[in-house]
């Protein structure tokens, strides 16, 4: 595995650190004025989720592991494990629905997702960035109420809450931002 210095760490990338595996969440390069300069590093384990802050000077040697990423289609839900199947080989997969934390309602059935391996064990999920959502519950429009930067809350087809522009209605499909699970557009 390549080795890199502490101050090339970088938010996603992924490191194996005190026997574990840990996904870089936030960096800060930090120049101190007596010394030298640092990297704090908050970093979250891949494995059962704990968080952990850490500092790397430049001439700490880390190991950054490649993940294989594979996209896989989403089958259905059973007993709180989510079941994947490979596109390729047509293999199937159980993983924990917590896996994907506040984000599941956006997972939708035969949705492609990008699921990442460490030799065998898979250890992290990404939907798609973009997911096209109903809108089931928000006020009405009012019309000439279209002032800068007001936005009103609604009720997603998934139950997810989130804040919109005032010009989209009821039982309008728009576009949900995954990562910041936050309006993106009209579909």
């Known amino acids: 595995m390549p080795k890199i210095n502490g101050n090339e760490i970088r938010p996603g990338n992924v490191l194996e650190h005190e026997g574990g595996l840990w996904v870089a969440v936030k960096v800060d390069h930090v120049k101190p004025g007596k010394g030298g300069a640092f990297a704090q590093v908050e970093m979250k384990n891949l494995r059962n989720g704990s968080k ?73 999920m990404t939907l798609p960035q973009k997911v096209v959502c109903k809108i089931v519950e928000t ?23 989130v804040m919109v522009p005032p010009f989209v209605a009821q039982d309008e499909d728009i576009v949900v931002n995954t990562e910041t699970m936050e309006y993106a557009e009209r579909a």
Request: aromatic share 10%.
């Open 52 to 124: 952990l802050n850490e500092r790397f000077r430049s001439a700490d040697k880390v190991e950054r592991v490649r993940l294989e990423q594979k996209d896989q289609q989403f089958l259905y839900e059973s007993d709180g494990m989510l079941v994947f199947m490979d596109s390729e080989t047509f293999e199937q997969i159980e993983l924990p629905a917590d896996l994907l934390g506040e984000r599941r309602p956006f997972l939708q059935d035969g949705m492609t997702v990008v699921i990442e391996y460490y030799d065998t064990e898979a250890l992290n």
């Open 139 to 161: 006020e009405p429009v009012v019309k000439g109420q279209t002032a800068a930067n007001s936005f009103k809350p609604a009720v997603l087809d998934n139950g997810v809450r």
